[in-house]
T-cell receptor
């Protein structure tokens, strides 16, 4: 069965440091897509970055990058040079197959950036 | 530019009363549309999706229904609210093609309190 697990409930780091958030997934599909979204305190949800299962290179987008370890079914999100405004809840999500309208979400990790 | 508008911003309703939440997408033709529910501090649960006018698919049964009366409009409703319906409702859209790896664009959400 499809499942996405984020075990870190909350992380607190100092500003300008690097943080990694973990996410593991379960799927029987050979083709799948992994996403990270951020939800701010206002409730707004924005897309951050995506990894396609068939791509070996880790995706990068600005100060976000991914650590994709396919054998471990793991997709970690790395944020470098963190800023106060990075404080938010980060969700990992997965979509299987090529014509699937359902996104499976993790439980989220709350990131607190301290000045 | 595409915009997504959700209404109302917040609702306080009595148990057993009816509910109607709306979502309008402007600037994008024939988008895929989605309804999500989020309990306070919880993960996102996909409720419905629609790939074309008049067609809506249910993902989970929560005594809610959805309709897509126009290409740019998605409505979530119920005739009888339950306490368990409280939470945050989010509408989202994605591009019609390239289904599985496309990002979602979210509205600002509706906070529903059922008393």
């Amino acid at each position: 069965a499809q499942k996405v697990t984020q075990t870190q409930t909350s992380i607190s780091v100092m500003e300008k440091t690097t943080v990694t958030m973990d996410c593991v997934y379960e799927t029987r599909d050979s083709s799948y897509f992994l996403f990270w979204y951020k939800q701010t305190a206002s409730g707004e949800i924005v897309f951050l970055i995506r990894q396609d299962s068939y791509k070996k290179e880790n995706a990068t987008e600005g100060h976000y990058s991914l650590n994709f370890q396919k054998p471990k079914s793991s997709i970690g999100l790395i944020i470098t040079a963190t800023q106060i405004e990075d404080s938010a809840v980060y969700f990992c999500a997965m979509r299987e197959g090529d014509s699937n309208y359902q996104l499976i979400w993790g439980s989220g990790t709350k990131l607190i950036i301290k000045p | 530019a595409q915009t997504i508008h959700q209404w109302p911003v917040a609702e306080i309703k009595a148990v057993g009363s009816p509910l109607s939440l709306g979502c309008t997408i402007k600037g994008k033709s024939s988008p895929n549309l989605y309804w999500y529910w989020q309990a306070t501090g919880g993960t996102l649960q996909q409720l419905f999706y629609s790939i074309t006018v008049g067609q809506v698919e249910s993902v989970v049964q929560l005594n809610l229904s959805a309709s897509r009366p126009k290409d740019d409009q998605f409505i979530l409703s119920t005739e009888k609210l339950l306490l368990s319906h409280s939470g945050f409702y989010l509408c989202a859209w994605s591009l019609r093609d390239k289904l599985s790896n496309e990002r979602l664009f979210f509205g600002h959400g509706t906070k529903l309190s059922v008393l």
